[in-house]
Structure formats: structure tokens, C-alpha cells
């Protein structure tokens, strides 16, 4: 048994309809037969897939389900929003602060803030991304953009809150562009996000948050990253809807 956990979360961005999203979960449980418990594998398909794939998986102990997106007010009037109330029980992750809402949707931080809250109110781990631009990177100020994404994205969390939340590097540049950081820089990061939460709460704290990898992740590169002590796991987008390459990509943790 592993002294860490390692999390493989498939995120399926706007790809599957419904009757696509439950062959992908048939494709899925015959190509990944054994998920050992030091291990999750969790799915993040569409809104609209997620009582779908939540039927597909009963009886299946091998995957977690999370949400891609969820509005933090329990109700109201918000059209076309569904909020993480909703989604209470039905799953178990909630992704925050994508690069894709933060740049595409103009999400701000306090409203990122909010989300993460909101899924610990509801018992969802939030899965709290952060990273720099490419001109943020060019510029030196990777390290600035992302100590700042941390301290208002964690605004509203306790320290033991903070405890159970997943923190995703993935670089704005290495997102769905085929072109992933190194696993030098996942490293570098990774040491210098530790720093940070450890002078920001403790160091007790700091050591129970996983950092998370995204961004171009491939069967190929999978396993560099999966090398580092300070890894926890992968974020995958594109490659976690074509089971064949989301398969192989679990398959590395164990290489
Ligand atoms: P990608 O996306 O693997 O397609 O680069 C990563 C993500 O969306 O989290």
C-alpha cells in the first residue's frame, strides 16, 4: 500500500451527451478492472450526464463521480445555474476555478471562494485550480498569480476546512494546447504551494492537501509526473473521454 492517495480525475469538459456518457462508463469499468483503495478515480462528465452516469455506476465501487461546475447559492432565481446544493449526494468532488470559467467565463475570485465553500457546506471536496498565464510565466510571476488564486480561493475555508481541499496545478498554457509543463515545473510549484500553505495556516495543514497535475496530460507523460513525492494525482481533460487513453493513464499509477 502507497503512503499517499492518488487521484486520476477524468474532466470531460462540455464532451458526451447522456446515452454518450453512459457507453463511456461501459467502455470504462471493462477497461479498468481493478482500482486499488489507495487509488480513486473519479469522473467529472457534464451536468446533464451526471444522474446518468450516477445510475450507470450502482453497484460499482471503482469510480467516483464529481461536477465540473455548480453556482454557490442553494436556490434562487439564476437562470440556467444549478447549484451545489443540488448536487449534494449525488457527488463526491466538485471542480473550482477551472482556467476555462476563470479566462472564458470570467469568473472572479470571490465567487471562486464561494464555490469552494459551498461544496464543503454541502460535503463535496472541492477541487480548488490554480496557474499562471503564459505571459504570467514569461513575466517571473507564476509563483505571484498562484499564491493569490490560493489566498482568495481558500478565502472563506477554516484551517481544518482547507484540510479537505484538492489543489490542481494546471498552468493556463499546458491546457488542452498538447503542450504540458514539465514535471520539473509541477515539482517546483508543487514545493512552492506546500511553502505557502504551510506559513499561511501550519504545517499540519499543508501536508494533508494533494496536489494535483493538469494540463496535457497523456498516457505518454503520465508517468513523470506520477514519479514526483509530491504529486497526488492527475487533473486530465482532453484524454479522460476516449477510455482507451484515460484507461492507460490509470494504468501508470502503478508502473
Ligand atoms: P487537458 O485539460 O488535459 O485537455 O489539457 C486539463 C483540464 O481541463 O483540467
Not at 492518488?6 to 457507453?23: D, F, H, Q, R, T
Not at 477541487?127 to 510565466?137: A, D, K, M, Q, S
Not at 498516457?219 to 484515460?246: D, K, M
Amino acid at each position: 500500500m502507497r503512503e499517499k492517495v492518488i487521484y486520476i480525475v477524468g474532466n470531460w469538459k462540455m464532451y458526451c451527451s447522456p446515452s454518450e456518457a453512459s457507453l463511456l462508463v461501459q467502455r470504462l469499468t471493462d477497461a479498468i478492472t481493478h482500482v486499488p483503495a489507495d487509488m480513486k478515480v473519479v469522473l467529472c462528465p457534464p451536468s446533464l450526464d451526471i444522474t446518468t452516469v450516477r445510475h450507470e455506476l450502482e453497484g460499482n465501487d471503482r469510480f467516483l463521480l464529481g461536477a465540473q461546475n455548480a453556482y454557490p447559492k442553494d436556490e434562487g432565481a439564476f437562470t440556467g445555474e444549478i447549484s451545489v446544493a443540488m448536487l449534494k449526494g449525488l457527488v463526491d468532488y466538485l471542480i473550482v476555478g477551472h482556467s476555462e470559467r476563470r479566462h472564458g467565463f470570467g469568473e472572479r475570485d470571490g465567487l471562486i471562494a464561494q464555490k469552494v465553500a459551498a461544496a464543503r457546506r454541502n460535503k463535496i471536496t472541492p477541487i480548488l485550480c490554480v496557474g499562471e498565464t503564459h505571459e504570467e510565466r514569461l513575466s517571473g510571476h507564476a509563483k505571484i498569480v498562484v499564491a493569490d488564486q490560493l489566498e482568495t480561493g481558500l478565502a472563506l475555508m477554516t484551517p481544518e476546512e482547507v484540510k479537505r481541499v484538492i489543489i490542481a496545478y494546471e498552468p493556463v498554457w499546458a491546457i488542452g494546447t498538447g503542450d504540458s509543463a514539465t514535471p520539473e515545473d509541477a515539482k517546483d510549484m508543487f514545493s512552492y504551494m506546500r511553502r505557502w500553505l504551510t506559513t499561511a495556516y501550519s504545517q499540519k495543514v499543508s501536508q494533508a492537501v494533494p496536489f494535483l497535475y493538469g494540463g496535457s496530460v497523456t498516457p505518454e507523460n503520465a508517468h513523470a509526473f506520477l514519479a514526483l513525492v509530491s504529486c497526488n494525482g492527475l487533473l486530465v481533460g482532453g484524454a479522460s473521454v476516449n477510455y482507451q487513453s484515460f484507461a492507460s493513464i490509470v494504468s501508470k499509477v502503478d508502473d
